[in-house]
């Protein structure tokens, strides 16, 4: 008896054991990391159901529910509850994937967002997955660029420096990127910028030899594009080194070198312009 009761409680085990491995009924959701207020933003679950039915599947705000889906419930199936926080639709729903929009938000809909998928009798498995996402109450502002000068002799050094214009006090840092007419600036001469030792980078410097602008015929636009997932600012200085004739007659092809990807025949009209200009 005893031991009809051992293999009993380790098949049972087993089983359950089973049912935690045998792959997941929720499969993924997906929360931007951040919003501004008065935006709209998508959240999605992904779900397979294979083995069994859907019983429920339901999104949750800091725990409280505010959307529920149950195939059973012939009269209505989709349940929204309205809240003050954001306004949620259901955009699509497909056998593996529901997606949501929320608009309107406030700062109050910062937080976790948690999907939950219930199996069908007679396992009424549960899964849940969650994400953060934080509303941000202002939209961004172009970054600043600090350092730039009027004019530069060919043997300085072009040093600028690119930082948000406000730091927020937490969530997602915005990425900086700099381009020299309209490409990427080539890596050795981007750094990042921190304000101490150890702190994460707070901006991105900008280091470019002045004697290479010549090459690009004397002058040449630097752009600072800051970028938080989807929403992009940018900020634009046009770099002026005084030219000597010599120095850029000979090598304006080479221009090339600034740029990671350079487009010439942009580079090309530039010389020439300034070529023209010189002839007067
Ligand atoms: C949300 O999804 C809909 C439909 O796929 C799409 O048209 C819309 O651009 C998406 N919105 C955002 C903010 O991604
Ligand atoms: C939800 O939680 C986040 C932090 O976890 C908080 O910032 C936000 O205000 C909360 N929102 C509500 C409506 O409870």
Not at 113 to 130: D, M
Not at 174 to 190: C, M
Not at 216 to 227: D, H, I, Q, T
Request: charged share 20%; aromatic share 8%.
């Amino acid at each position: 008896m005893a031991a009809t009761g051992l293999v009993a409680l380790a098949l049972h085990l087993l089983m359950a054991l089973l049912n935690g491995v045998t792959g997941d009924l929720l499969q993924r959701v997906e929360v931007p990391l951040f919003a501004f207020v008065g935006g709209r933003v998508n959240v999605s679950c992904m779900y397979d159901l294979r083995a069994t039915g859907l019983y429920s599947l339901k999104w949750y705000h800091n725990d409280t529910e505010f959307y529920r889906y149950v195939p059973t419930e012939t009269h209505r199936p989709v349940d929204i509850k309205p809240t003050i926080k954001f306004q949620a639709h259901e955009i699509s729903r497909t056998e593996t994937l529901v997606t949501l929009s929320i608009t309107s938000m406030t700062t109050a809909a910062s937080g976790e967002y948690k999907c939950e998928v219930i199996a069908e009798h007679p396992s009424f498995r549960t899964e849940t997955r969650s994400a953060f996402m934080t509303v941000l109450d202002e939209p961004l502002s172009p970054p600043m660029i600090v350092g730039a000068r009027e004019v530069y002799e060919s043997e300085d050094d072009i040093k600028l420096r690119c930082q948000p214009e406000k730091f927020p006090a937490s969530g997602p840092t915005p990425s900086i990127t700099w381009y020299l007419q309209g490409r990427p600036a080539r890596r050795e001469y981007v750094s990042p910028y921190r304000d101490e030792p150890y702190a994460e980078p707070a901006g991105a410097t900008l280091h470019v030899p002045a004697s290479q602008v010549p090459r690009v015929g004397g002058s040449v636009e630097a752009e600072c594009l800051l970028k938080l997932g989807s929403f992009e600012v940018r900020s634009s200085r046009t770099l002026r080194v005084r030219v000597r004739p010599s120095s850029y007659l000979s090598s304006y092809f080479s221009a090339a070198e600034m740029m990671s990807r350079p487009a010439l025949s942009t580079l090309l009209v530039v010389g020439i312009v300034v070529l023209v200009r010189w002839n007067i």
